[in-house]
């Protein structure tokens, strides 16, 4: 089982994904830390092209992320790609929640960097702003992509409740165990 997990920002992919590799006891692959490097600068997109594939060269693993640079790469090598498509009040919910608590306790993330609550209230770069403007945006992206017929190989599950991400995590870990 190689799973991706897509999502607009804040919608839980990391959450989901790290909870579903352990579950089927697969390696977790976080593509934002493969992305980002210290002071929230991208790497070169060669190098984040080749951390993705030195990253998803075994047989079993669960990623997640959005990152368009890399689709191909990635949803190549996947069996499945789980969409987490919840609500926008639910989605905006989650963001400020985590954003305000990262941003309160300086919650360290890759490569040392933080979230600010002035950058995520204060700026065009602010994680809140680019959840709400993109989500009807990422919607329409992931139902196109779930219909292209270049993506036809793949497995989708679509999450539309956060209710149900427990019972499609134990679902795809008694079918796809890893190790």
Known sequence: M?????GTSGSGKSTFASALATAAACPYI?????????????????QFEHAVLAATAGDRWVADGNYSAVRDVLWSRATHVVWLNFGRWTV???????????????TRLSHGN???????????????LWSYTT????????????????YAHLKWVEITKPSRT?????????TGRCG
């Open 2 to 6: 190689r799973v991706i997990v897509v």
């Open 30 to 46: 976080e593509l934002d830390r493969l992305y980002w490097g210290p002071g929230w600068t991208a790497v070169p997109p060669a």
């Open 92 to 106: 905006f919910s989650r963001v400020l929640r985590r954003t305000v608590g990262r941003g309160l306790m300086r």
């Open 114 to 128: 933080r979230e600010s609550l002035r950058m995520a209230f204060c700026s065009r770069d602010s994680v809140l």
């Open 135 to 150: 989500f009807t945006k990422n919607r329409v992206k992931f139902a196109g992509l779930r219909d292209d017929p270049k």
């Open 166 to 174: 427990r019972t499609v995590i134990e679902m795809l870990a008694r």
